[in-house]
């Protein structure tokens, strides 16, 4: 399985921005996911989305600006981000959990443990 992430780029902030994770291969789906890491620090978790289901979860940093999706039919997960401040500026990762047993907690979902395969990245840069 191979991820490929795109639509990061250069927006101002208050402004919005799509990014679009594309899974190719054999992937049964189990849950996908979006982290992001800043300049000088650790990876940290933006939002993840059950492949069956649907249920979403969300850092409280990006609550009620970012939107998780996804379109079983592509592979593909999406990441709406809107109200984008300067902090959100990053290299997004989206990451893919192929098979084993369902996840039944947040925390799994938010772990960059529960997660098989992992994206290149794509860069999300928001000036103020």
């Known amino acids: 399985v191979q991820l490929q992430a795109s639509g990061g780029g250069l927006v101002q902030a208050g402004g919005s921005l799509k990014l679009s994770c594309t899974a190719s291969?054999?992937?049964?789906?189990?849950?996908m996911g979006w982290f992001r890491q800043a300049p000088g620090k650790e990876r940290e978790f933006v939002a993840a989305?059950?492949?069956?289901?649907?249920?979403?979860y969300y850092a409280a940093s990006v609550k009620g600006r970012f939107t998780i999706s996804r379109e079983i039919a592509k592979n593909t997960v999406y990441l709406q981000m809107d109200s984008l401040k300067p902090d959100d500026t990053a290299l997004y990762y989206c990451?893919?959990?192929?098979?084993?047993?369902?996840?039944?907690?947040?925390?799994?979902?938010?772990?960059?443990?529960?997660?098989?395969?992992w994206g290149r990245g794509t860069q999300v840069t928001v000036s103020s």
């Open positions: 990451a893919a959990r192929d098979r084993g047993p369902p996840l039944y907690s947040s925390a799994s979902y938010r772990s960059e443990s529960t997660y098989h395969y």
């Open positions: 989305i059950a492949w069956t289901g649907g249920t979403t």
């Open positions: 291969g054999r992937f049964s789906g189990n849950a």
